[in-house]
């Protein structure tokens, strides 16, 4: 099957969760023992509407074009970090990269559902015009808060696109802000030294127990998996993202190991980074110093 080439454009997680809320986020044991955001009114507010797009166009032989763009847009009064994370919202929907992102209007900015549409709508038409109807093709992309303090509010995106061929496009992906400048944390913020041998083994022990290993039926070494030279491991590409009771590194598909292990991620709790983290992370940690964190990545 060829692949048409489209201005690729993210994609959303069905099935997913659309709420409103007026909530900080703090986390919650599952049943299941694994550790996940969840929101409640304890710490400042943040304010969101549901907002949602989906549309679809049948081809031949069964086949369609799919779009769905939905989640948890920030609304109320504004402020830097509410004007920062719509921006990225936006960004996420058009799939520019970021130094040829054109921001939409203000206007278009203060009203979720408007952008969602118009996004959604852009997205079908670039899809329909490269498109001949005998393959499938699939846009869809959503986000929501997954962790609020005073401090910090860290916004999950879930994205998926397929254009023909033998899989799709996934990213998952987190971005945490400063409440009060609104700027999106760096590794270099979070985490000023960068990459040491220590921080390093305490990140390649992470993946292997929680992600790689966590059914113990994994068998082999961790740079055997990650497929390393001498276990030179680096920070991901992916910013960090800043969760109720860690940090969690999370590499994108094909930055380690094959495409079938996804994105590998892994949380370590603020205890064991504390010697690796900034003085404002420092302050994150002392709300949250939880010995031992069984990760979850959201909506999982």
Excluded at 128 to 143: A, I, K, R, V
Excluded at 157 to 185: K, M, P, V, W
Aim: hydrophobic share 35%; net charge negative; proline share 5%.
């Amino acid at each position: 099957m060829k692949i048409k080439a489209f201005r690729l454009l993210p994609a959303i997680l069905t099935g997913a969760l659309l709420i409103s809320i007026a909530a900080a986020c703090s986390s919650k044991t599952q049943k299941d023992g694994t550790d996940e955001a969840t929101c409640d009114e304890t710490e400042g507010k943040f304010t969101t509407d549901s907002v949602f797009y989906a549309d679809s166009v049948a081809g031949t032989d069964g086949f369609s074009v799919i779009v769905k763009f939905g989640g948890q847009y920030p609304v109320g009064e504004e402020s830097p970090v509410v004007d920062s994370i719509r921006l990225t919202i936006a960004q996420m929907l058009s799939a520019a990269p970021v130094d040829k992102f054109t921001p939409p209007s203000k206007s278009l900015l203060s009203n979720g559902q408007a952008l969602v549409d118009s996004t959604g709508r852009a997205a079908m038409r670039d899809m329909q015009e490269e498109w001949d109807g005998s393959w499938g093709m699939e846009n869809m992309c959503t986000f929501r808060p997954i962790f609020i303090n005073d401090i910090v509010i860290t916004y999950w995106f879930e994205n998926y696109i397929y254009g023909g061929g033998a899989h799709g496009f996934s990213a998952n992906l987190a971005r945490s802000y400063d409440r009060s400048t609104g700027r999106q944390f760096t590794w270099d913020e979070v985490i000023p030294g960068g990459m040491t041998p220590q921080l390093r083994e305490l990140i390649l022990s992470g993946l292997w127990m929680q992600y790689f290993n966590k059914d113990k039926d994994q068998t082999g070494n961790i740079n055997d998996v990650l497929q390393l030279v001498d276990g030179k491991l680096e920070l991901p590409s992916y910013a960090p993202q800043i969760m109720p009771h860690g940090i969690r590194f999370s590499y994108g598909e094909y930055e380690i190991a094959a495409y079938c292990w996804g994105e590998p991620s892994c949380l370590i709790p603020y205890s064991s980074l504390k010697p690796f983290l900034s003085k404002k992370m420092q302050s994150v940690a002392d709300k949250n110093t939880a010995d031992v964190v069984k990760d979850r990545q959201p909506g999982k």
